[in-house]
């Protein structure tokens, strides 16, 4: 009887080796399958962000392009204000400009003399 239950253990053994084999290799299985899964995940992820990434440029380059289209026409306007009101009064404009010339310069000069 002692050889039957070696026997029987050994293939007792035999079959938890096999299912432990067995449960590896399943396990192995999955963790491939698992990590493929989030390769696949993670560049479709990346793909989406790059996707977002780009067309939030194409926005802010289409809306700089707006602000500054706007901002030359307000620019070319405000150059043909001035030259008509020159034109108008040159008298005018030229003592109005020499007064800010004069306002700037005392600016220059007093920030000269605060840094001795």
Known sequence: ?????????????DKVK??????????EHS????????????????????KSVAEGFDTLRAQSRTYTDTAGQQLDDAQRYV???VRERPLTATLAGLGVGVLIGLLI?????THR
Do not use: C
Not at 18 to 27: G, I, R, T
Not at 109 to 113: K, L, P
């Open 1 to 13: 009887m002692p050889a039957d239950v070696l026997k029987t253990a050994a293939k007792d053994a």
């Open 18 to 27: 096999s299912a432990a084999a067995a449960a590896v290799d399943h396990a």
């Open 31 to 50: 963790f491939v399958e698992a990590a493929n899964a989030a390769k696949v995940s993670l560049a479709e992820a990346a793909k989406r962000v790059e």
């Open 83 to 85: 030259t008509e009101r």
């Open 109 to 113: 000069a007093g920030n000269r003399n």
